[in-house]
């Protein structure tokens, strides 16, 4: 198609303000999906999307659309995910497109994600066209909502001039929001002629094809058969199918400047895939890449085991595959003396991490042991050598270290003015440091702070979310590295060394969790006949200490003599926690293990 009948653009929007909705009445008012095959919240298709209720992965969907002007428009789609753990994927669509929908709810006006998402769309330059949403329902506030936009004033490049005012339930405004697209958002500039110049902005496997990649053609065309270069990775490849979602994958015969589409590979090593990536001609090296492309880096770090050893070559298998399909999650095989062989997986936080592991479970079918997670630090030794250290294990003896730097962040928090005191406070205890705070308007307000990691994957994006009633909007900057007293805790079980439990923390802390974390064991490592010390040693020095007492009578054997149903159900416990532990040396270490470590955190 003529570039200048094409519209690339997404819909950014806080939590819950319709962009799912929005995105399936686009469709439907576009004959893409006949009602028939319309299903529900078609774009988010995982189970675990559905459950959680949070769309993790964007997908890609190509629209035909008939204007008033009777011109056919080719109107591609790029969905972004709503959740913070998964920014870098809402600048990674951006990235891909020339405008953007800003949605608000009218019932709720402005809130944090709406304007981190706006600000990351104006920094990418995209044309926004404000949309707000759910006017059908009693309490919309259009008027506030305009005004609350206006008052955005450090927002250049945000027009108001054509606000739309729409309900995506009832399918009211949608002519108005295709119609402002063709207007409003520029068609893409690129020139087909030239040398191609095209981004991956995601990928998935399919059975089928094989790695695909989901590419946004800026300049040059791309067709079946055509040899390709990958720029960062500096490999060369061959596109076996060229095609566009319709949202079902469909082969066409070539992907110009401007469009969006797939195309199949022969690429068999997926980790060879770097998402964010420039495909070019071999034959023309010089191209440059893309740019605006945000890369991503994992914030935390854990092992990932398998629960049963002959799971080993299936977890590898999987990994990489997960890894295709997200460019923030990556892996390195793990041998730990306790757990045998594993991964190393870097994560963008908790919420990435749980996610990844449940998608391992059930798609997989591989229960896993995950240890608890890490930052990377940086180390220097005495003897003037540096090394970079993810995983506590590998922690040199005290003796040998001259100081410890931790990673920080500079952390932009966008929430109500009213959070502001109990926020700051927040902050502090997770020892940040204070940078600076803006007033957005007169609703919200940005805190910039300059926050450890290891103290914010964790739990700090829940406490954010339940201080403030889950107004609150994070994103992350730059990194620095900060040195601090901090100390490795390592955990004895039976008088042996559990290298996976191993964790490193501050000093100052040191001994208050040591006593914690023995207490917790205690109750989760499952007894024997025998007693069982457990403790917690700090540079050589044992912090606390506690006996788990050894088993008394059995109640699933013989000589219990309690009800039936009890003795049912705890006999389904000890199977349930069975599956999630693996043997060291005589003794079972289950996942609650691993969890106590972080509960005391
Ligand atoms: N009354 C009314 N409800 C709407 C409208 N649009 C969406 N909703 C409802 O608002 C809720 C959230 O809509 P979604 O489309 O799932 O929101 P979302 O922004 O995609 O949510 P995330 O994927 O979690 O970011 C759903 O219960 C929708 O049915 C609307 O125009 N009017």
Redesign the pocket.
């Known amino acids: 198609m003529n570039s200048n009948n094409i519209r690339n653009f997404c819909i950014i929007?806080h939590?819950?303000?319709?962009?799912?909705?929005?995105a399936d009445r686009l469709i439907e008012t576009t004959n893409t999906v006949s009602e028939r095959e319309m299903k529900e919240?078609l774009l988010?298709n995982m189970d675990l999307e559905r459950e959680r209720?949070?769309?993790i992965k964007l997908q890609t969907v190509r629209m035909y659309y008939k204007a008033s002007d009777n011109i056919e428009y080719e109107l591609n789609l790029i969905d972004t995910p709503?959740h913070t753990d998964f920014n870098y994927e809402v600048s990674r669509s951006l990235a891909a497109c020339e405008g953007a929908l800003l949605?608000v709810d009218a019932t709720q006006g402005v809130q944090a994600q709406t304007i981190a998402n706006l600000k990351l769309a104006l920094e990418q330059n995209l044309t926004i066209i404000p949309v707000i949403?759910?006017?059908?329902?009693p309490n919309a506030d259009a008027e506030s909502v305009i005004k609350e936009l206006e008052e955005l004033e450090e927002f250049d490049g945000l027009d108001l001039s054509n606000v739309i005012l729409?309900?995506?339930?009832?399918g009211i405004g949608i002519d108005d929001i295709l119609e402002s697209i063709i207007q409003h958002v520029p068609a893409p500039k690129g020139n087909s002629e030239k040398p191609l110049q095209a981004l991956i902005f995601d990928s998935h496997y399919d059975v089928y094809r094989g790695v695909v990649l989901h590419i946004r053609v800026f300049n040059g065309s791309i067709r079946a058969g055509m040899k390709i270069k990958m720029l960062k990775s500096d490999l060369v490849f061959e596109a076996l199918q060229v095609g566009v979602f319709l949202p079902e994958m469909q082969s066409v015969e070539a992907l110009d400047a401007g469009e969006v589409g797939f195309i199949s590979t022969n690429i068999k090593v997926v980790s060879n895939i770097k998402v964010g990536d420039t495909i070019i001609n071999p034959n023309i090296p010089d191209t440059e890449a893309v740019p605006g492309y945000k890369e991503v880096k994992p914030m935390v770090y854990a092992g990932l085991f398998p629960i049963r050893n002959e799971d080993q070559d299936k977890l590898k298998d999987a990994v990489e595959k997960l890894a295709l399909n997200d460019s923030a999650f990556i892996y390195k095989q793990e041998n730990s003396m306790a757990l045998g062989v594993g991964f190393r997986c870097g994560f963008l936080g908790i919420l990435h991490m749980e996610i990844i592991q449940e998608r391992l479970e059930r798609e997989y079918g591989i229960e896993i042991l995950s240890t608890f997670p890490s930052v990377e630090y940086r180390v220097t030794l005495k003897n003037g050598e540096i090394a970079t250290i993810n995983n506590p294990m590998l922690l040199p003896s005290f003796e040998k270290i001259d100081y410890i730097e931790e990673p920080f962040i500079d952390a932009a928090i966008i929430i109500p003015m009213e959070n502001i005191g109990e926020i700051m406070e927040l902050c502090q205890e997770k020892r940040g440091c204070y940078v600076d705070m803006v007033y957005l308007n007169n609703k919200m307000a940005e805190l910039i702070f300059k926050l450890p990691i290891s103290e914010i994957a964790y739990d700090f994006y829940d406490s954010l979310k339940s201080l403030t009633h889950g107004y609150a909007s994070i994103d992350y900057r730059d990194r620095s590295y900060v040195v601090s007293d901090l100390v490795k805790m390592d955990i004895w079980l039976n008088d042996e060394m559990v290298d996976a439990f191993s964790f490193i923390l501050p000093r100052d802390k040191s001994f208050e969790r040591g006593k914690q974390i023995v207490q917790k064991m205690k109750h989760v490592i499952p007894r024997k006949l025998y007693p069982m010390p457990v403790q917690s040693v700090v540079e050589n020095k044992v912090i606390a200490r506690e006996d788990i007492p050894p088993l008394r009578k059995s109640v699933t054997g013989k000589g219990y003599s309690g009800s039936t149903s009890k003795k049912k159900k705890i006999a389904k416990n000890i199977k349930d926690n069975k599956v999630r532990q693996r043997k060291f040396g005589g003794v079972d270490i289950p996942q609650e293990a691993f969890h106590a470590v972080l509960d005391v955190r």
């Not at 939590?15 to 929005?22: F, R, V």
């Not at 949403?133 to 329902?137: G, P, Q, R, T, Y």
Request: glycine share 12%.
């Open positions: 929007a939590i819950d303000h319709g962009k799912s909705t929005l919240q988010d209720g949070i769309t709503g949605l949403n759910k006017i059908d329902m729409a309900s995506a339930k009832n």
